[in-house]
């Protein structure tokens, strides 16, 4: 079945760094691939998306590429802030109809400091 | 427009009860899903209702049961509680079946005694 992989957390930087958060998943066919965020005591909110391989999702300055041939779709933000505190979640979505459902990965919370 | 909104927001109930849980999606979504966050398992999908039916079920016990009504509210029920069923319960809307991007509500903290 479908499935999300990402990398140990919890993450801590201090404000400014680069972030990196690594997301590697297995699928049937070609999904579509997600990451949400949900800062404490809220629901998940969609951060970026992207459908097909070499797709590129960006969003407050967050980036991932669908890369289909090392199946993965690694967060990447070339400086972080305070405010970015928050649990990241990587996931999927394939097949259609009855089959087609969210699979998350599960989660990784990143702490920044000032 | 107003965002998706479960409630009630915190419950507290003793093992081997049951409880209801409702969620009212975006104005306009006829698509609801249910999801369970634990810290051990984390995001697991619940089921997804389409137009009053069930279109996807996750792997959950009979226990769990949810219904969807004309209105596009959705309510999910959980009997006979047990201890591992605290967890925070997560409602999604779309606008239609498959739709890619949900919006979820703020949860439901369900803690089990």
């Known amino acids: 079945g479908d499935s999300v992989t990402q990398m140990e957390g919890p993450v801590t930087l201090s404000e400014e760094a680069f972030l990196t958060i690594n997301c590697t998943y297995t699928a049937t066919g070609y999904p579509s691939l997600f990451w949400y965020v949900q800062y404490p005591g809220e629901g998940l909110q969609l951060l970026l998306k992207?459908?097909?391989?070499?797709d590129k999702g960006s969003n407050k300055g967050f980036e991932a590429t669908y890369r289909k041939e090392t199946t993965s779709f690694h967060l990447e933000k070339g400086s972080v802030q305070v405010s970015d505190s928050a649990v990241y979640f990587c996931?999927?979505?394939?097949?259609?109809?009855?089959?087609?459902?969210?699979?998350f990965g599960k989660g990784i919370t990143l702490s920044v400091r000032p | 427009k107003a965002g998706v909104t479960q409630t009630p927001r915190y419950l507290i109930k003793t093992r081997g009860q049951q409880v209801t849980l409702s969620c009212s999606p975006i104005s306009g979504h006829r698509s609801v899903s249910w999801y369970q966050q634990t810290p051990g398992q984390g995001l697991q999908f619940l089921f997804e209702?389409?137009?009053?039916?069930?279109?996807n079920k996750g792997n959950f016990p009979g226990r769990f049961s949810g219904r969807q009504f004309s209105n596009s509210r959705s309510e999910m029920n959980v009997s006979t509680l047990e201890l591992g069923d605290s967890a925070l319960y997560l409602c999604?809307?779309?606008?239609?079946?498959?739709?890619?991007?949900?919006?979820f509500g703020p949860g439901t903290r369900l803690t089990v005694l």
């Open positions: 999604a809307s779309s606008p239609g079946q498959n739709t890619d991007t949900q919006y």
């Open positions: 209702y389409f137009s009053e039916t069930q279109r």
């Open positions: 992207a459908t097909k391989a070499d």
């Open positions: 996931a999927l979505r394939s097949g259609t109809g009855a089959n087609s459902k969210l699979t």
